[in-house]
């Protein structure tokens, strides 16, 4: 079943037409990733998902975003309440300047609970969702920014996870780590899945093939082809597909 | 801009020609050593067999540090799997070659072949059937000609009537002349290598067709040549 449904969506910086009838569905529990070039719309379209795009000023969308069939641009939409259950990871990893726990207990205080063995209880099962509790469980106390960037990375995930989405956006979220740091994240991804929907914006062709059971190709704001990840790394419909997947592409 | 990987792919693509071609010219001695009874080709035959299997060893490691260094992709990946696959099957075919060579040199001076017989079983047929598919095979990958690959398919068929029919020839002939029941053996032997080796330039067509259209033609062919046809 679709968690995600985007029909017709058209989106605008000022006169820039960046996103051009787009209309596809995401099923839920499910890896979805977007590949382009630079400046083909993916982020743009991604970060449409939890209204990130509503805080750069000039920018219009036309068509709707569904996700579990309510349109999320809607009149009665809280959009702290969406990003609560669209959470997303970004390219470089931003933690906040407190503590380890601090940092996972933070948006779950946001949410308003208060009761410590809760919130102790959701820290360390995030921590261990992320695959971080055995290399932080005795330094909670330590600051976030003592981590390296691959901790820190997956210590944004256990944030974002500490409030139980049932969408995780990442933009980019190994480009900045090590080969094995990035391994780490894809492994959590595959065991992510089990819990809420992926869709991940990659410039790594590999990665993209290795984690998402669906990929999507955008150039020039339009979404060229959309279908099973192994039939796009093996066998795309579109030649301009192809072309970017093999390196050729211009 | 020439992609490095456009460069190994080209490079690939020669390896497998030039593996074509030799392999071709063993399979075209033998026809003539057997024709002839040449035991001195026969034995060039078997000599070059080692280079037919250095090449294959050559190509597959080549084909495997493509995939490690260049990750291909689409079109690229199938391209590299196909002829990974279609090494394989040209190095079979010069074992066939190697053996019905073997089976020249082996063969006894004072018993000559029978040459009615001969004419009768279509062994210079099934050799020229056998060169014809692999010649067609190689032109439908170098103009990457789809209808080429469908004639190859038509052909094995006829390999399959002339190896079926070989028996029952043979059979008669050893039961009225039991001293060249080892001869018989010999032929049969030298039909089924023949038969075998269309089934692997078979496999050839059918790699070549999985890069063309990614279809995975494995016993599938009638589906091939409906979807053509149509």
């Not at chain 1, 017709?8 to 910086?13: A, D, L």
């Not at chain 1, 995030?126 to 971080?132: E, F, M, P, R």
């Not at chain 2, 992709?73 to 019905?100: H, Y």
Request: net charge negative; charged share 25%; hydrophobic share 40%.
């Amino acid at each position: 079943m679709e968690i995600i449904k985007a029909q017709h969506v058209n989106f605008y910086y000022g006169s820039f037409h960046a996103l051009k009838d787009i209309s596809m569905e995401i099923e839920e529990k499910s890896v979805v990733a977007f590949i382009g070039p630079s400046g083909c719309g993916k982020s743009t379209f991604l970060r449409l998902f939890n209204r990130m795009n509503d805080l750069i000023p000039k920018t219009r969308l036309e068509g709707q975003i569904l996700i579990n069939g309510q349109d999320i641009y809607g009149k009665n939409i809280q959009v702290d309440q969406l990003r609560k259950e669209v959470g997303m990871v970004f390219q470089r990893p931003n933690p906040f300047p407190k503590s380890i726990y601090e940092n996972v207990a933070y948006g779950l205080k946001v949410n308003g609970i208060k009761n410590q063995d809760v919130i102790e209880e959701r820290v360390v099962e995030s921590l261990k969702g992320a695959a971080l509790w055995d290399e932080v469980k005795d330094k909670l106390k330590k600051s976030a920014y003592a981590l390296s960037g691959g901790q820190q990375q997956r210590l944004c995930i256990a944030r974002a996870m500490a409030v139980s989405p049932q969408i995780l956006l990442m933009d980019e979220p190994a480009s900045a780590l090590d080969p094995i740091s990035t391994a780490k994240i894809e492994e959590l991804i595959r065991e992510l899945k089990k819990q809420v929907t992926i869709v991940i914006v990659t410039h790594n062709m590999q990665q993209a093939s290795r984690v998402s059971d669906k990929t999507a190709f955008f150039y020039m704001g339009e979404m060229v082809e959309y279908g099973r990840t192994k039939d796009i790394f093996t066998n795309p419909e579109k030649e301009a597909t192809q072309n970017y997947i093999t390196g050729r592409f211009g | 801009m020439v992609k490095f990987i456009e460069t190994e792919l080209e490079q690939l693509n020669k390896e497998i020609d030039e593996m074509w071609v030799l392999v071709y010219s063993q399979l075209e001695n033998t026809r003539e050593a057997v024709l002839t009874s040449n035991k001195g080709l026969a034995q060039q035959v078997i000599v070059r067999e080692k280079r037919v299997n250095a090449f294959e060893l050559k190509i597959d490691s080549d084909v495997e540090d493509l995939i490690a260094l260049y990750s291909p992709v689409a079109i690229d990946l199938r391209f590299v799997l196909a002829m990974f696959k279609i090494n394989t099957d040209l190095e079979r075919l010069g074992d066939f070659a190697e053996g019905i060579a073997r089976y020249v040199v082996n063969k006894e001076d004072s018993i000559p072949l029978d040459a009615d017989l001969l004419k009768e079983l279509q062994l210079e047929r099934m050799f020229d059937e056998v060169l014809a598919m692999l010649s067609t095979a190689r032109e439908a990958l170098r103009q990457e000609n789809i209808d080429l690959t469908a004639q190859v398919f038509e052909k094995d068929n006829i390999l399959d009537e002339l190896n079926h029919n070989s028996t029952s020839i043979l059979t008669e002939y050893a039961k009225n002349n039991t001293e060249q029941i080892s001869q018989c053996f010999s032929l049969s032997s030298i039909f089924r290598k023949l038969e075998r080796a269309g089934d692997h330039i078979t496999n050839i067509a059918e790699e070549t067709v999985f890069y063309f259209n990614a279809k995975i033609l494995k016993h599938n062919h009638k589906a091939l040549m409906d979807d053509m046809i149509s």
